[in-house]
């Protein structure tokens, strides 16, 4: 039995750093950026992963859709002030997963570790996989 996986790179995103840090700052307000300086920003990758498993593809997040691009106040609303993404051409999750040679529609099931943005944004780029999977807690809280 032969896996694969493919870590694919659907972007960066740009945040405060108190957000991944979990840190506490003076400033309440620091994970909005709000009253802070350019250098307490950080830049991290958006990654999701391809896994090739002989009962089927499977999906662990989606990174950005490809509308931030061209409109991050579309794709982000207000966030847009929390969260600044960047996807460069060629790396959004559609357009790694045909370059290894497969279409959406192939995919078994797309898998979500949780529905922040940076991770649940390119769902549209992928809605045509076959089954869609997340926690329930998370699916409550996301459609109330």
Do not use: C
């Amino acid at each position: 039995m032969t896996i694969k996986i493919h870590v694919l790179h659907t972007g960066l995103v740009t945040v405060d750093k108190s957000i991944p840090a979990h840190e506490a700052a003076i400033n309440p307000l620091a994970f909005t950026g709000i009253f802070r300086y350019h250098k307490n920003k950080i830049t991290l990758p958006v990654s999701s992963y391809l896994i090739e498993h002989p009962k089927g593809l499977v999906l662990i997040d989606t990174g950005w859709n490809d509308l931030v691009r061209t409109s991050q106040r579309k794709e982000l609303g207000l966030q847009v002030k929390i969260n600044q993404a960047y996807l460069p051409a060629g790396w959004s999750v559609r357009e790694q997963i045909e370059s290894l040679g497969f279409k959406t529609s192939d995919i078994d099931y797309v898998m979500l570790s949780h529905l922040h943005s940076d991770h649940a944004s390119g769902l549209p780029l992928v809605a045509d996989a076959k089954n869609f999977l997340t926690s329930e807690e998370e699916w409550q809280t996301a459609t109330n």
